[in-house]
């Protein structure tokens, strides 16, 4: 696994950060949604998964796991192997996944044109799901399809961990 987890103040990740296109005050030092987030910082790539609380989410998928920002500048790894190695590393850090998996939602208007909008998550294994109210492209993984539950470079196999709902749980991979 190539990912590292990381604070999410993290500076290397908030310059990597800055240059995502949903970034909304650039040069401030946080980056993610309020609430449970999952971090991951490999070179010239940043990833963060965000577990909203289902009541306060305004999109289709309420208790999914989010992927709010990934960015990927270079590196040996496509972005789709990336993406799966990602995923593996969030259901170690939370363990089962939600019925409804995770989603990412792209704005195809801010994205370098090509075929398909999202097409590197498709080819990691996400779906079509529909598109938000805003008309961004929505992007599921049900927990069927997703890979096992990895543990990123420089972690312990079992950690101890509140999970977002405040209850204490050791996170075991299963690879």
């Excluded at 939370?94 to 409804?100: F, I, Q």
């Excluded at 939602?105 to 370098?112: E, I």
Aim: overall charge positive; charged content about 25%.
């Amino acid at each position: 696994m190539i990912w590292h987890v990381v604070d999410r103040g993290e500076e290397r990740a908030v310059r990597l950060a800055d240059r995502h296109y949903n970034r909304q005050k650039p040069g401030t030092p946080q980056f993610v949604p309020p609430g449970s987030c999952f971090v991951l910082l490999a070179p010239g790539a940043l990833w963060v998964t965000s577990w909203p609380q289902a009541e306060y989410v305004k999109h289709r998928w309420p208790g999914a796991w989010v992927n709010s920002l990934f960015r990927r500048e270079g590196g040996d790894v496509v972005a789709s192997e990336l993406i799966r190695q990602a995923v593996a590393a969030t259901r170690w850090f939370y363990g089962t996944p939600p019925d409804l998996g995770m989603v990412t939602f792209v704005d195809a208007a801010k994205v370098r044109r090509k075929r398909d909008p999202g097409r590197c998550y498709i080819k990691a294994g996400f779906t079509r799901a529909g598109f938000t109210a805003g008309g961004l492209v929505a992007l599921q993984m049900l927990p069927a399809d997703m890979p096992d539950a990895e543990c990123p470079a420089g972690e312990q196999q079992d950690v101890l961990r509140s999970d977002p709902r405040g209850r204490a749980s050791v996170r075991r991979s299963d690879g």
